[in-house]
């Protein structure tokens, strides 16, 4: 659903109503990807937009907690290397995180910490350089998710958009499958197509939107 803007004068029970009906859209999304994992065993999503600002993030974060409040193990992974917010949001440190795996300075322990949500954890970005993106180029998500696939049921990942930067095209392809946030009245349809087409052509399987 959209939101009422922030700025705007809500009631309490008017919050709740809006609030109420995120969650239940953020679970009828959970039913189809819990479906989805049974059928294909798709475990590793990857979450993205064709640009910034389309609540790829929010909806990572709302799906990572819908399907830990549904009893499954999960793992938040900040892939929006370039502009991380997760750690932000969870209130955690950045490092060490992903960057940091992928340059083999920390050990896997280190990059997980945990939420206040029951099992739900969160892998934060840690600090982006050359060395961590030329890992990510060479299939280092693919070996570090074949490490997390043995302890968790499902990861979520939160990427980059795919349109103005290349990592969300490699990282893509490591993943079971991708969900695709599209925003009403912010995204616009011939910038959705080119996102999608751009997976397409890489043979990327998309949940949906």
């Given at each position: 659903?959209?939101?009422?803007?922030?700025?705007?004068?809500?009631?309490?029970?008017?919050?709740?109503?809006?609030?109420?009906?995120?969650?239940?859209?953020?679970?009828?999304?959970?039913?189809?990807l819990?479906?989805?994992?049974?059928?294909?065993?798709?475990?590793?999503?990857?979450?993205?937009?064709?640009?910034?600002?389309?609540?790829?993030?929010?909806?990572a974060a709302?799906?990572?907690?819908?399907?830990?409040?549904?009893?499954?193990?999960?793992?938040l992974?900040?892939?929006?290397?370039?502009?991380?917010?997760?750690?932000?949001?969870?209130?955690?440190?950045?490092?060490?995180?992903?960057?940091?795996?992928?340059?083999?300075?920390?050990?896997?322990?280190?990059?997980?910490?945990?939420?206040?949500?029951?099992?739900?954890?969160?892998?934060?970005?840690?600090?982006?350089?050359?060395?961590?993106?030329?890992?990510?180029?060479?299939?280092?998500?693919?070996?570090?998710?074949?490490g997390?696939?043995?302890?968790?049921?499902?990861?979520?990942?939160?990427?980059?958009?795919?349109?103005?930067?290349?990592?969300?095209?490699?990282?893509?392809?490591?993943?079971?499958?991708?969900?695709?946030?599209?925003?009403?009245?912010?995204?616009?349809?011939?910038l959705?197509q080119?996102?999608?087409?751009?997976?397409?052509?890489?043979?990327?399987?998309?949940?949906?939107?």
């Amino acid at each position: 659903p959209a939101l009422p803007g922030r700025g705007g004068k809500v009631s309490k029970a008017e919050d709740q109503r809006w609030q109420g009906l995120l969650v239940e859209s953020i679970d009828a999304t959970r039913t189809m990807l819990l479906h989805a994992a049974r059928v294909n065993s798709t475990r590793a999503v990857l979450i993205t937009s064709a640009m910034k600002g389309e609540g790829k993030t929010s909806l990572a974060a709302h799906l990572a907690t819908s399907l830990a409040r549904a009893g499954r193990k999960t793992l938040l992974i900040d892939c929006d290397l370039r502009r991380p917010t997760l750690h932000q949001l969870f209130d955690v440190p950045r490092v060490p995180g992903l960057c940091e795996l992928l340059r083999g300075e920390a050990e896997l322990n280190d990059a997980i910490r945990p939420t206040p949500a029951d099992d739900l954890n969160l892998m934060p970005a840690g600090l982006c350089d050359g060395l961590a993106l030329q890992a990510i180029a060479q299939d280092g998500v693919r070996d570090i998710l074949a490490g997390l696939k043995k302890r968790y049921d499902f990861i979520i990942i939160d990427s980059a958009p795919v349109l103005p930067v290349v990592d969300t095209m490699l990282i893509s392809q490591q993943v079971d499958a991708v969900l695709f946030s599209v925003m009403r009245e912010v995204s616009r349809v011939p910038l959705v197509q080119a996102a999608h087409e751009r997976l397409a052509t890489l043979g990327v399987k998309l949940l949906g939107a």
